[in-house]
Each structure stands twice: as structure tokens, then as C-alpha cells.
T-cell receptor, first 113, second 118 residues
């Protein structure tokens, strides 16, 4: 499984756009990039997944450069409720088969009023 | 969307007793479920992969005799912490993958179970 590297923590003011970058130099051809959000004392929640270029949903955008060795999760206009830990995961299979999902250290985002 | 229910959400037990945590996929079938443990201010650590109808696959360093996993049906997996000790106090989280959903890393997680061993 490809190892990921993320900043340990980030601070942002309310209303700002937040970009969290994840490095995954050893990403394999069949790997997807997936981001989860976790609030204290809760299970993680799926945010977004992508394979290449850009993916956008109602919550966030995911930017993936052509070499796929990194990815950036973009949260538009964060609010206090976005304070959480964000995990970047790499793995999976294009065929839909599964791999065990292991978590890295994550990025603790603190949104400041 | 897919929902995973975990019960109990918190439990306090005496040292030496056993505790069972249930993980249910409410609106989908899950042939595979995963159990994680999370200590304060740390990331999730995968403990084992629970396979319906067969033995669980444990990660290195996880005692299979201490953390018993049973996946008797397509919607239920249980984790039993046997002879619990204070060092087993942690946040236990289960997850399940909805079959047929594209993207192997898309898991639905339960809300977690806080175990405190006195």
C-alpha cells in the first residue's frame, strides 16, 4: 500500500478556503485517492475520492496532478464545524476488488472564529 | 446511503471481564468488515479484517485470542475483548464496504465504541 504524508496540523479562519495536500510518491497505477473526515469520538466519514484530474462534490474538491504523486483536498469557505482530522488514503483497485484500508497520521484542521 | 451501526457506544467494565461490541450494516450486505482501534490523539490502527463465514485476518501484533472476531452473517460482525485490562481501554471502530460500490477504499464507519477498563 502506498504511504501517504500529510501536514500534522493546520489552522484557518472561518470563511477561508483550506487546501490540504497529501504526498503519495509510491502510488500504484490501480490506486484511488480517498479522503475521510473524523470528528472527536466519532468514526471517520467519507468525503471524496478520485483517480486523476479534479473531482468535486457538494462538500469538497480533490485536485490530482498528472503524475498522481500528490493530491490536494480543497474545502471552500470553512466553518467552525469543519474542525476535524482529515485523512488521505491511497489504495484500491480499478476492478473493484478490495484492499485493507490503513490510515496515516491525518491532518488536524482547526478553524478559528 | 450506507449505514453502519455499532453497539454499545460506550462501555465500562472491570479488569478481567469480557466485552462484546457489535457492528451491523443496516441497509447493505457486507462480506468484509474491518475493525480498528484508536488511542487518544492517534490515528486509527487496523486490528483485523472480518470475513463472513470464515476466520478473521489479524494484523501483526494483534492477539487473535484476546480480540475474538465473529462474522456470522452478511450484516453482523462482533468483536469480543476477552479478559480486558486497563491497557485495552480505547476507541474501537468498525467499518464495512458496500459490495458493488466502486472504489475499494470507500468504507462506511460505525460511530465507534469507547471501552474503559477499570
Amino acid at each position: 500500500l502506498a504511504k501517504t504524508t500529510q501536514p500534522i496540523s493546520m489552522d484557518s479562519y472561518e470563511g477561508q478556503e483550506v487546501n490540504i495536500t497529501c504526498s503519495h510518491n509510491n502510488i500504484a497505477t490501480n490506486d484511488y485517492i480517498t479522503w475521510y473526515q473524523q470528528f472527536p469520538s466519532q468514526g471517520p466519514r467519507f468525503i471524496i475520492q478520485g483517480y486523476k484530474t479534479k473531482v468535486t462534490n457538494e462538500v469538497a474538491s480533490l485536485f490530482i496532478p498528472a503524475d498522481r504523486k500528490s493530491s490536494t483536498l480543497s474545502l471552500p469557505r470553512v466553518s467552525l464545524s469543519d474542525t476535524a482530522v482529515y485523512y488521505c488514503l491511497v489504495g484500491g483497485s480499478l476492478s473493484g476488488g478490495y484492499q485493507k484500508v490503513t490510515f496515516g497520521t491525518g491532518t488536524k484542521l482547526q478553524v478559528i472564529p | 446511503g450506507a449505514v453502519v451501526s455499532q453497539h454499545p457506544s460506550w462501555v465500562i467494565c472491570k479488569s478481567g471481564t469480557s466485552v462484546k461490541i457489535e457492528c451491523r450494516s443496516l441497509d447493505f450486505q457486507a462480506t468484509t468488515m474491518f475493525w480498528y482501534r484508536q488511542f487518544p490523539k492517534q490515528s486509527l490502527m487496523l486490528m483485523a479484517t472480518s470475513n463472513e463465514g470464515s476466520k478473521a485476518t489479524y494484523e501483526q501484533g494483534v492477539e487473535k485470542d484476546k480480540f475474538l472476531i465473529n462474522h456470522a452473517s452478511l450484516t453482523l460482525s462482533t468483536l469480543t475483548v476477552t479478559s480486558a485490562h486497563p491497557e485495552d481501554s480505547s476507541f474501537y471502530i468498525c467499518s464495512a464496504r458496500e459490495e458493488g460500490v466502486s472504489g475499494a477504499n470507500v468504507l462506511t464507519f460505525g460511530a465507534g465504541s469507547r471501552l474503559t477498563v477499570l
